[in-house]
């Protein structure tokens, strides 16, 4: 039988507004021989039953997996990938020219603490809670008999990913199959995916829909695919017919890896360079108008709130830089991936930054992270993708 954790009296109005997460602070007492991970059953104040969810120590003490249930029910995990699988066939995604997409994220999911993504036959699982880093293996047999979905082979990466004071020491690793190549392909295009080394599970699959929009605005333009890293950006901006394109990143790995995926579609390309070399630098001393077409992607500028002040500044550097060089009649995507920074904070970010330029600048589009990324309605904190598509006069 699991433990009950009762909530102190009020503590439980978000939760009944289905909010995922319980704070430390809501919690009246914690029984005693209570483990990281363990399944809790969580009941008000008053005794009425909230659910079940998996506890850990920390700010966030449980992650509410079923409400109005006292512990999972049986085929829990594979009831929960079936659905996210029927989601993903019913958007589309699952089909021969695209392989390549997300499979569950997290509270959008409602699965807390759970990130899968899906790259041909792999699945790469990383877990954000101790609860779900002890579900692996069984979230790994549920993996590969999803009807339709094809995983032979599921690797386990979350030595980055799992609180440290947890203790778990995980260890990177296939959990059921082994490595078989590493190729994708997503919207007819081919990618080679590192999630051995690679950053994430290995490529940011929620670029996708905003790298097809970039392709349809591409031809005839001299682009620059700023913080590259395996060139997804610049991979369609050369099949929408750009006369030139270069991407940049302060890491020669990556660099290495956009070359790759260009050669692996465009065998004998000789209007892309790569080029390894820090952002800010390259943007200062290349010429102005050099480029009409301009992918600000930078990683997060600010990951926790005591960041925010600095990683808005960075923004506002960054886009202002952008606005100063880009030429006339120019289109510049910038993005944040900061899950601190708001859709408002960002937008000002970048507006200061038009502003500190002098030019007229028009918003075209208004982007967001695609329908595989999806928000739960209660739990709005899963945004995080921010991006703005601007005409520079």
Known sequence: MQAEIKLKKGKEESLQRRHPWIFSGALQSVPQGIEEGDLVTVRASDGTLIGTGHYQIGSIAVRMLAFGAETLPEGFFASRLSEAAALRRALGLIRPDNDCFRLVHGEGDFLPGLIIDIYADTAVVQAHSPGMHFCRFQIAQALTQIEGLGVRNVYYKSETTLPYKARLDPENEYLIGSYNGSVATENGLQFNIDWLRGQKTGFFVDQRENRLLLQHLAQGRKVLNMFCYTGGFSVYALR???????????????????????????????????????????????????YDLIVLDPPAFAKHRKALHNGL???????????????????????????????????????????????????????????DHPIDICHPEGEYLKGLVLYVE
């Open 240 to 290: 929408g017919g750009a006369r030139w394109v270069d991407s940049v990143d302060s890491s020669s790995k990556a660099v290495s890896l956009t070359q790759a995926n260009v050669d692996l579609n465009f065998p004998g390309c000789n209007h892309h360079r790569a080029i390894d070399e820090d952002a800010f630098k390259f943007l200062t001393t290349m010429e102005s108008g050099e």
């Open 313 to 371: 500044q960075g923004y506002r550097r960054l886009n202002a830089k952008a606005f100063e060089k880009i030429a006339p009649g120019g289109i510049l995507f910038t993005f944040s991936c900061s899950q601190v920074v708001t859709r408002e904070q960002f937008r000002l970010a970048v507006f200061s930054a038009a502003a500190q330029s002098g030019r007229n600048v028009r918003i075209l589009y208004q982007l967001s992270q695609p329908a």
